[in-house]
T-cell receptor, first 115, second 115 residues
Framework: ETGVTQTPRHLVMGMTNKKSLKCEQH?????MYWYKQSAKKPLELMFV???????ENNSVPSRFSPECPNSSHLFLHLHTLQPEDSALYLC??????????????FGEGSWLTVV | AQSVTQLGSHVSVSEGALVLLRCNYS??????LFWYVQYPNQGLQLLLK??????LVKGINGFEAEFKKSETSFHLTKPSAHMSDAAEYFC?????????????FGRGTQLTVWP
């Protein structure tokens, strides 16, 4: 158990659907992240939240909409996605934003397939 | 700007053999350096990290890495491979002084261990 839990683990959705990915961290951390992992590409940072405030939106299309209602929960709302959005979406958390004493802990990921 | 290069997308070794996974980085300031491992169908798990101090860093599962500033490298090694080491390994760089949650990841190296 990693301390960062993601649901669902697998999701198949049509391009006109609306769905959400959920992440919950049980580590008492203040910062949470969404990363995208595509085949043959480096991990891409999508969003960063610190103390429930978004501190970075890394040029992510608006069809991805994050929500951080509290420091333990992070959502990624998905709307009218494209097939190229199919990927593994990883949630992560850290005590605070990365620094000497802070490590990023990852969840097991949500496999998204857009058909 | 930061970037990470992992030489060799696939590395195969025999059980008991030395494991060497290469990572070179470019960074305008002294970086933080990380190695993560990803087992099949799982998220990323921290193996080790370098922040400051001793340049030889020991991690979990018998892995270690050495920060060589002159070579801008942070290669991962293990003296004797085990079947359970088969996984994908990611090198990552964080920028010292950055207030953002940004880690730059390499493309990953898939390690196969033969019996």
């Amino acid at each position: 158990e990693t301390g960062v839990t993601q649901t669902p683990r697998h999701l198949v959705m049509g391009m006109t659907n609306k769905k959400s990915l959920k992440c919950e961290q049980h580590l008492g951390h203040n910062a949470m992240y969404w990363y995208k992992q595509s085949a043959k590409k480096p991990l891409e940072l999508m969003f960063v939240y610190s103390l429930e405030e978004r501190v970075e939106n890394n040029s992510v299309p608006s069809r991805f909409s994050p929500e951080c209602p509290n420091s333990s929960h992070l959502f990624l709302h998905l709307h009218t996605l494209q097939p190229e959005d199919s990927a593994l979406y990883l949630c992560a958390s850290s005590q605070d934003l990365p620094g000497p004493g802070n490590t990023i802990y990852f969840g097991e990921g949500s496999w998204l397939t857009v058909v | 700007a930061q970037s990470v290069t992992q030489l060799g997308s696939h590395v195969s070794v025999s059980e008991g053999a030395l494991v060497l996974l290469r990572c070179n980085y470019s960074s305008s300031v002294p970086p933080y350096l990380f190695w993560y491992v990803q087992y099949p169908n799982q998220g990323l798990q921290l193996l080790l990290k370098y922040t400051t101090g001793a340049t030889l860093v020991k991690g979990i599962n018998g892995f270690e890495a050495e920060f060589k500033k002159s070579e801008t490298s942070f290669h991962l090694t293990k003296p004797s491979a085990h079947m359970s080491d088969a996984a994908e390994y990611f090198c990552a760089v964080g920028r010292r002084g950055s207030t953002l949650g940004r880690l730059y990841f390499g493309r990953g190296t898939q390690l196969t261990v033969w019996p």
